[in-house]
Nanobody
Framework: QLVESGGGSVQAEGSLKLSCSASGYRANGYYLGWFRQAPGKDREGVASISPGGSNKHYADSVKGRFTISRDDASDTLYLEMNSLKPEDTGAYYC??????????????????WGQGTQVTVS
């Protein structure tokens, strides 16, 4: 089970830090990712991180503003979001998978999904 937290409402140029806690299994061997979905739009990959944290990938729209990290000791994934823009608004989901064969930001790689946390930027 994956549970996100840390969403909320913030003004443009503000910051938020999302967390995703895994329970029921150890997340250290999994690829982990953040996805988001805005109303009326398709879900898109935002950031991903490989097991061990050596490889990170970001969507072009968030590069330089968002940072993904993981703490395997606590089975927690983070997404630090800075310089937020209204177009960052959406439901943010964390996901876990065992491979990245389809590309690091493709949802097909991920087997486990959280319920989402809402981020609203005005």
């Amino acid at each position: 089970q994956l549970v996100e937290s840390g969403g909320g409402s913030v003004q443009a140029e503000g910051s938020l830090k999302l967390s995703c806690s895994a329970s029921g299994y150890r997340a250290n061997g999994y690829y982990l990712g953040w996805f988001r979905q805005a109303p009326g739009k398709d879900r898109e990959g935002v950031a991903s991180i490989s097991p061990g944290g050596s490889n990170k990938h970001y969507a072009d729209s968030v590069k330089g503003r968002f940072t993904i990290s993981r703490d395997d000791a606590s089975d927690t994934l983070y997404l630090e979001m800075n310089s937020l823009k209204p177009e960052d608004t959406g439901a943010y989901y964390c996901a876990a998978g065992t491979h990245a064969l389809y590309g690091p930001l493709q949802s097909e790689n991920y087997k486990f999904w959280g319920q989402g946390t809402q981020v609203t930027v005005s």
